[in-house]
Protein backbone atom coordinates (compact mmCIF):
# COMPACT_ATOMS: atom_id res chain seq x y z
CA UNK A 1 0.00 0.00 0.00
CA UNK A 2 1.03 3.78 -0.60
CA UNK A 3 2.54 5.60 1.98
CA UNK A 4 -0.13 8.20 1.13
CA UNK A 5 -3.73 7.72 0.63
CA UNK A 6 -4.95 7.96 -2.94
CA UNK A 7 -8.25 9.91 -1.64
CA UNK A 8 -6.19 12.06 0.24
CA UNK A 9 -3.77 12.97 -2.59
CA UNK A 10 -6.96 13.83 -4.59
CA UNK A 11 -7.48 16.35 -3.04
CA UNK A 12 -4.23 18.57 -1.97
CA UNK A 13 -5.36 21.11 -4.64
CA UNK A 14 -8.90 21.45 -4.38
CA UNK A 15 -8.77 24.79 -3.01
CA UNK A 16 -6.72 26.15 -5.81
CA UNK A 17 -8.57 24.47 -8.55
CA UNK A 18 -11.63 25.58 -7.34
CA UNK A 19 -10.61 29.52 -6.66
CA UNK A 20 -9.41 29.34 -10.03
CA UNK A 21 -12.76 28.02 -11.31
CA UNK A 22 -11.51 25.48 -13.56
CA UNK A 23 -13.21 22.55 -12.41
CA UNK A 24 -11.58 19.21 -12.12
CA UNK A 25 -11.29 16.15 -13.51
CA UNK A 26 -10.73 13.03 -11.92
CA UNK A 27 -10.20 9.12 -12.33
CA UNK A 28 -11.42 6.22 -10.87
CA UNK A 29 -11.60 2.00 -11.71
CA UNK A 30 -14.26 0.06 -10.94
CA UNK A 31 -14.14 -2.98 -8.42
CA UNK A 32 -15.42 -6.20 -7.92
CA UNK A 33 -17.00 -7.33 -4.95
CA UNK A 34 -16.11 -10.29 -3.62
CA UNK A 35 -18.35 -10.46 -0.86
CA UNK A 36 -21.38 -8.52 -2.43
CA UNK A 37 -23.94 -6.01 -1.86
CA UNK A 38 -27.46 -6.38 -2.53
CA UNK A 39 -30.37 -4.96 -1.24
CA UNK A 40 -30.48 -1.50 0.42
CA UNK A 41 -32.45 -1.02 3.82
CA UNK A 42 -32.20 2.73 3.25
CA UNK A 43 -33.23 3.51 -0.46
CA UNK A 44 -32.69 7.70 0.41
CA UNK A 45 -28.97 7.01 2.27
CA UNK A 46 -27.99 3.78 0.13
CA UNK A 47 -27.25 2.26 2.91
CA UNK A 48 -27.24 -1.79 2.58
CA UNK A 49 -28.28 -4.67 4.67
CA UNK A 50 -24.74 -6.22 4.22
CA UNK A 51 -21.19 -4.96 4.61
CA UNK A 52 -19.08 -5.97 1.51
CA UNK A 53 -15.74 -6.37 0.52
CA UNK A 54 -13.96 -5.84 -2.94
CA UNK A 55 -11.02 -5.60 -5.24
CA UNK A 56 -10.28 -2.38 -7.07
CA UNK A 57 -9.58 -3.00 -10.50
CA UNK A 58 -6.10 -1.44 -12.58
CA UNK A 59 -8.57 -1.06 -16.41
CA UNK A 60 -11.69 0.17 -17.34
CA UNK A 61 -11.24 3.71 -16.06
CA UNK A 62 -13.63 6.18 -16.04
CA UNK A 63 -13.06 9.95 -16.26
CA UNK A 64 -14.96 12.49 -15.07
CA UNK A 65 -14.58 16.47 -15.72
CA UNK A 66 -16.70 18.68 -13.50
CA UNK A 67 -16.52 22.12 -14.64
CA UNK A 68 -19.00 24.75 -12.74
CA UNK A 69 -21.19 27.28 -14.73
CA UNK A 70 -22.78 30.05 -12.29
CA UNK A 71 -25.05 31.44 -15.02
CA UNK A 72 -26.43 28.15 -16.39
CA UNK A 73 -29.67 27.67 -14.50
CA UNK A 74 -29.87 23.47 -15.08
CA UNK A 75 -26.85 21.40 -15.14
CA UNK A 76 -25.65 19.30 -18.30
CA UNK A 77 -24.19 15.84 -18.31
CA UNK A 78 -23.17 13.77 -20.88
CA UNK A 79 -21.34 10.13 -21.01
CA UNK A 80 -18.92 9.29 -23.93
CA UNK A 81 -20.17 12.18 -25.46
CA UNK A 82 -23.80 11.67 -25.20
CA UNK A 83 -26.37 14.06 -23.28
CA UNK A 84 -27.94 12.07 -20.37
CA UNK A 85 -31.45 12.39 -19.84
CA UNK A 86 -34.58 10.00 -17.87
CA UNK A 87 -33.11 8.30 -14.87
CA UNK A 88 -29.26 8.56 -15.43
CA UNK A 89 -29.59 12.16 -15.52
CA UNK A 90 -31.90 12.45 -12.35
CA UNK A 91 -29.35 10.33 -10.52
CA UNK A 92 -26.43 12.60 -11.46
CA UNK A 93 -28.44 15.70 -10.91
CA UNK A 94 -29.17 14.75 -7.66
CA UNK A 95 -25.74 14.07 -6.48
CA UNK A 96 -24.75 17.24 -7.72
CA UNK A 97 -27.66 18.88 -5.44
CA UNK A 98 -26.13 16.82 -2.16
CA UNK A 99 -22.60 18.12 -3.19
CA UNK A 100 -24.20 21.72 -3.45
CA UNK A 101 -25.83 21.70 -0.22
CA UNK A 102 -22.31 20.11 1.57
CA UNK A 103 -20.30 22.96 0.00
CA UNK A 104 -22.96 25.81 0.25
CA UNK A 105 -22.30 26.56 -3.42
CA UNK A 106 -25.25 26.72 -6.21
CA UNK A 107 -23.58 26.59 -9.29
CA UNK A 108 -24.83 24.69 -11.97
CA UNK A 109 -22.25 21.68 -13.45
CA UNK A 110 -21.00 20.80 -16.34
CA UNK A 111 -20.39 16.98 -16.00
CA UNK A 112 -18.40 15.14 -18.98
CA UNK A 113 -17.61 11.24 -18.33
CA UNK A 114 -16.00 8.80 -19.87
CA UNK A 115 -16.24 5.26 -19.65
CA UNK A 116 -14.10 2.51 -20.95
CA UNK A 117 -16.35 -0.47 -19.54
CA UNK A 118 -19.64 -1.00 -20.96
CA UNK A 119 -22.58 0.50 -18.74
CA UNK A 120 -25.14 -1.31 -17.49
CA UNK A 121 -24.27 -4.84 -18.22
CA UNK A 122 -23.13 -6.08 -14.54
CA UNK A 123 -19.35 -4.10 -14.97
CA UNK A 124 -19.07 -1.89 -12.52
CA UNK A 125 -19.74 1.06 -14.28
CA UNK A 126 -21.91 2.82 -11.48
CA UNK A 127 -18.93 2.39 -9.33
CA UNK A 128 -15.95 4.15 -11.17
CA UNK A 129 -18.55 6.57 -12.31
CA UNK A 130 -20.03 7.71 -9.29
CA UNK A 131 -16.55 7.40 -7.35
CA UNK A 132 -14.85 9.77 -10.62
CA UNK A 133 -18.27 12.13 -10.27
CA UNK A 134 -17.68 12.49 -6.34
CA UNK A 135 -13.66 13.26 -6.10
CA UNK A 136 -14.04 15.41 -9.38
CA UNK A 137 -17.30 17.25 -7.97
CA UNK A 138 -15.73 17.75 -4.53
CA UNK A 139 -12.64 19.69 -6.00
CA UNK A 140 -14.99 21.78 -8.30
CA UNK A 141 -17.02 22.85 -5.69
CA UNK A 142 -14.18 23.22 -2.95
CA UNK A 143 -15.01 20.43 -0.32
CA UNK A 144 -12.54 19.35 1.44
CA UNK A 145 -13.27 16.03 2.58
CA UNK A 146 -10.85 13.19 3.84
CA UNK A 147 -11.26 9.35 2.52
CA UNK A 148 -13.68 8.13 4.73
CA UNK A 149 -16.25 11.13 3.96
CA UNK A 150 -15.40 10.78 0.43
CA UNK A 151 -16.69 7.62 0.39
CA UNK A 152 -19.72 8.03 2.57
CA UNK A 153 -20.61 10.84 -0.36
CA UNK A 154 -20.00 8.28 -3.42
CA UNK A 155 -22.18 6.10 -1.54
CA UNK A 156 -24.89 8.48 -2.09
CA UNK A 157 -24.59 7.99 -5.29
CA UNK A 158 -23.65 4.52 -5.88
CA UNK A 159 -23.78 2.13 -2.80
CA UNK A 160 -20.39 0.39 -4.41
CA UNK A 161 -18.82 3.51 -5.82
CA UNK A 162 -17.97 3.85 -1.87
CA UNK A 163 -15.65 0.73 -2.09
CA UNK A 164 -13.79 2.92 -5.88
CA UNK A 165 -12.40 5.48 -3.86
CA UNK A 166 -9.70 3.03 -2.44
CA UNK A 167 -7.72 0.96 -4.02
CA UNK A 168 -6.60 -2.88 -4.27
CA UNK A 169 -9.22 -4.23 -1.42
CA UNK A 170 -11.72 -2.11 0.47
CA UNK A 171 -14.67 -3.04 2.87
CA UNK A 172 -18.05 -1.00 2.94
CA UNK A 173 -19.15 -1.36 6.37
CA UNK A 174 -22.83 -1.63 6.34
CA UNK A 175 -24.30 1.25 9.24
CA UNK A 176 -24.88 -0.46 12.95
CA UNK A 177 -28.26 -1.38 14.08
CA UNK A 178 -29.87 1.27 15.77
CA UNK A 179 -26.88 3.62 15.43
CA UNK A 180 -27.58 7.47 15.87
CA UNK A 181 -26.35 8.48 12.54
CA UNK A 182 -26.08 5.73 10.06
CA UNK A 183 -25.07 7.62 7.55
CA UNK A 184 -21.89 8.64 9.19
CA UNK A 185 -21.47 5.03 10.04
CA UNK A 186 -21.63 3.18 6.66
CA UNK A 187 -18.51 3.85 4.71
CA UNK A 188 -15.50 2.20 3.03
CA UNK A 189 -12.01 1.88 4.45
CA UNK A 190 -8.73 -0.18 2.94
CA UNK A 191 -8.28 -3.89 3.72
CA UNK A 192 -4.64 -4.73 4.19
CA UNK A 193 -3.44 -7.71 1.86
CA UNK A 194 0.23 -8.34 0.96
CA UNK A 195 -0.63 -8.24 -2.52
CA UNK A 196 3.03 -9.45 -3.35
CA UNK A 197 1.83 -12.94 -1.67
CA UNK A 198 -1.57 -13.18 -2.58
CA UNK A 199 -0.69 -11.75 -6.38
CA UNK A 200 -4.37 -12.02 -6.96
CA UNK A 201 -5.85 -11.42 -10.83
CA UNK A 202 -9.54 -11.11 -12.44
CA UNK A 203 -10.28 -12.69 -15.85
CA UNK A 204 -13.25 -10.87 -16.76
CA UNK A 205 -15.33 -12.71 -19.99
CA UNK A 206 -17.37 -10.16 -21.11
CA UNK A 207 -20.23 -12.68 -22.43
CA UNK A 208 -23.13 -9.84 -23.11
CA UNK A 209 -21.84 -6.15 -23.19
CA UNK A 210 -24.89 -4.57 -23.76
CA UNK A 211 -27.33 -3.71 -20.83
CA UNK A 212 -29.21 -5.57 -18.75
CA UNK A 213 -32.90 -5.69 -19.19
CA UNK A 214 -33.63 -4.97 -15.23
CA UNK A 215 -31.26 -2.28 -14.02
CA UNK A 216 -29.98 -3.34 -10.36
CA UNK A 217 -31.61 -0.93 -8.50
CA UNK A 218 -34.72 -2.18 -9.40
CA UNK A 219 -33.76 -5.97 -8.95
CA UNK A 220 -32.20 -5.18 -5.65
CA UNK A 221 -35.56 -3.56 -4.22
CA UNK A 222 -37.66 -6.66 -6.10
CA UNK A 223 -35.61 -8.96 -4.37
CA UNK A 224 -35.63 -7.31 -1.02
CA UNK A 225 -39.32 -6.96 -0.89
CA UNK A 226 -40.30 -11.43 -2.81
CA UNK A 227 -37.72 -13.62 -2.02
CA UNK A 228 -37.93 -15.45 0.33
CA UNK A 229 -34.34 -16.55 0.94
CA UNK A 230 -33.04 -13.00 1.20
CA UNK A 231 -33.01 -13.24 4.77
CA UNK A 232 -30.66 -16.69 5.20
CA UNK A 233 -28.37 -15.16 2.32
CA UNK A 234 -28.06 -11.50 4.51
CA UNK A 235 -26.98 -14.03 7.68
CA UNK A 236 -24.91 -16.23 5.32
CA UNK A 237 -22.72 -13.28 4.04
CA UNK A 238 -22.10 -11.53 6.72
CA UNK A 239 -20.27 -15.01 7.90
CA UNK A 240 -19.22 -15.06 4.73
CA UNK A 241 -17.01 -11.64 5.32
CA UNK A 242 -15.64 -12.88 8.22
CA UNK A 243 -13.63 -15.69 6.24
CA UNK A 244 -13.07 -13.71 3.91
CA UNK A 245 -11.17 -11.28 5.76
CA UNK A 246 -9.79 -13.89 7.34
CA UNK A 247 -8.38 -15.57 4.48
CA UNK A 248 -6.89 -12.24 2.87
CA UNK A 249 -5.25 -11.78 6.09
CA UNK A 250 -3.67 -15.14 5.69
CA UNK A 251 -3.13 -14.43 2.24
CA UNK A 252 -5.11 -17.69 1.36
CA UNK A 253 -6.16 -17.30 -2.26
CA UNK A 254 -7.51 -20.50 -2.57
CA UNK A 255 -10.31 -19.50 0.61
CA UNK A 256 -10.48 -16.37 -0.93
CA UNK A 257 -11.47 -17.81 -4.54
CA UNK A 258 -14.38 -20.40 -2.26
CA UNK A 259 -16.03 -17.50 -0.53
CA UNK A 260 -16.16 -15.44 -3.25
CA UNK A 261 -17.47 -18.35 -5.84
CA UNK A 262 -20.14 -19.54 -3.05
CA UNK A 263 -21.26 -15.94 -2.27
CA UNK A 264 -21.86 -14.68 -5.94
CA UNK A 265 -24.06 -18.04 -6.87
CA UNK A 266 -25.51 -17.66 -3.52
CA UNK A 267 -26.58 -13.38 -4.66
CA UNK A 268 -27.81 -15.04 -7.86
CA UNK A 269 -29.96 -17.97 -6.53
CA UNK A 270 -32.02 -15.14 -4.14
CA UNK A 271 -32.51 -13.41 -7.39
CA UNK A 272 -33.78 -16.45 -9.03
CA UNK A 273 -35.98 -17.09 -5.89
CA UNK A 274 -37.71 -13.59 -6.14
CA UNK A 275 -41.57 -14.11 -7.96
CA UNK A 276 -41.20 -13.38 -10.57
CA UNK A 277 -37.59 -14.35 -10.99
CA UNK A 278 -34.95 -11.58 -11.86
CA UNK A 279 -32.46 -13.43 -14.05
CA UNK A 280 -28.80 -12.57 -15.30
CA UNK A 281 -27.51 -15.46 -15.78
CA UNK A 282 -27.45 -16.72 -19.59
CA UNK A 283 -26.36 -20.04 -21.00
CA UNK A 284 -22.70 -18.11 -22.15
CA UNK A 285 -22.66 -17.43 -18.26
CA UNK A 286 -23.17 -21.07 -17.31
CA UNK A 287 -20.34 -22.07 -19.99
CA UNK A 288 -17.88 -20.01 -17.82
CA UNK A 289 -18.86 -21.26 -14.56
CA UNK A 290 -18.25 -24.56 -16.41
CA UNK A 291 -14.96 -24.44 -17.52
CA UNK A 292 -13.92 -22.50 -14.20
CA UNK A 293 -15.24 -26.07 -12.48
CA UNK A 294 -13.28 -28.14 -15.28
CA UNK A 295 -10.08 -25.73 -14.26
CA UNK A 296 -10.28 -26.58 -11.01
CA UNK A 297 -10.39 -29.99 -11.57
CA UNK A 298 -7.37 -29.75 -13.57
CA UNK A 299 -5.52 -28.48 -10.59
CA UNK A 300 -5.93 -24.68 -11.38
CA UNK A 301 -7.02 -21.98 -8.95
CA UNK A 302 -9.52 -20.60 -10.48
CA UNK A 303 -12.96 -19.25 -8.84
CA UNK A 304 -15.98 -17.68 -10.58
CA UNK A 305 -18.16 -14.15 -8.79
CA UNK A 306 -20.74 -12.61 -11.19
CA UNK A 307 -22.31 -9.08 -10.21
CA UNK A 308 -25.75 -8.45 -11.67
CA UNK A 309 -25.66 -9.02 -15.31
CA UNK A 310 -24.31 -12.51 -17.32
CA UNK A 311 -20.63 -11.50 -17.35
CA UNK A 312 -18.17 -13.72 -15.58
CA UNK A 313 -15.77 -12.47 -13.46
CA UNK A 314 -12.72 -15.32 -12.69
CA UNK A 315 -9.57 -15.00 -9.43
CA UNK A 316 -6.64 -16.71 -10.36
CA UNK A 317 -3.08 -16.38 -9.56
CA UNK A 318 -1.51 -13.76 -11.34
CA UNK A 319 0.94 -16.49 -13.29
CA UNK A 320 -1.87 -18.70 -14.06
CA UNK A 321 -3.88 -15.43 -15.60
CA UNK A 322 -2.87 -16.30 -19.05
CA UNK A 323 -3.96 -19.91 -18.96
CA UNK A 324 -7.39 -19.19 -17.50
CA UNK A 325 -8.32 -16.66 -19.93
CA UNK A 326 -7.05 -19.12 -22.85
CA UNK A 327 -9.59 -21.76 -21.31
CA UNK A 328 -12.47 -18.77 -21.07
CA UNK A 329 -11.90 -17.62 -24.53
CA UNK A 330 -12.23 -21.16 -26.09
CA UNK A 331 -14.72 -22.34 -23.77
CA UNK A 332 -17.39 -19.58 -24.71
CA UNK A 333 -17.43 -16.88 -27.89
CA UNK A 334 -17.09 -13.66 -25.40
CA UNK A 335 -17.08 -10.33 -26.86
CA UNK A 336 -14.07 -9.86 -25.15
CA UNK A 337 -11.62 -11.57 -22.22
CA UNK A 338 -9.30 -9.22 -20.13
CA UNK A 339 -7.08 -9.60 -17.49
CA UNK A 340 -7.10 -7.25 -14.51
CA UNK A 341 -4.95 -6.55 -11.20
CA UNK A 342 -5.79 -4.63 -8.52
CA UNK A 343 -5.80 -0.98 -9.23
CA UNK A 344 -5.24 2.05 -7.89
CA UNK A 345 -7.93 4.48 -5.43
CA UNK A 346 -10.04 7.37 -7.33
CA UNK A 347 -7.99 10.51 -7.93
CA UNK A 348 -7.60 13.58 -9.13
CA UNK A 349 -5.65 14.45 -12.78
CA UNK A 350 -4.17 17.92 -14.13
CA UNK A 351 -7.13 19.22 -16.45
CA UNK A 352 -5.84 19.91 -19.39
CA UNK A 353 -8.79 21.70 -21.37
Not at 31 to 40: D, Q
Not at 156 to 169: E, H, P, Q, T
Amino acid sequence: MSAEDPATAAHRTTEDRSEAGEGAVALAYPNIALVKYWGKRDERLVLPWTSSLSMTLDTFPTTTRVRLTPRHRQDTVTLNGKPLDGEPLRRVVAFLDLVRETSGRPARAVVESHNTVPTGAGLASSASGFAALATAACAAYGLHLDARALSRLARRGSGSAARSVFGAFAVWHAARTGHQDPDLDSFAEPVPVRLDVLDPALVIAVVDPRPKPVSSREAMQHTVNTSPLFRAWVASSRADLAEMRAALHGCDLDAVGEIAERNALGMHAVMLAARPAVRYLSPASLTVLDAVLELRRDGVSAWATMDAGPNVKVLCHRAEAGRVAGVVRAAVTADSVHVAGPGPGARLLEDSS
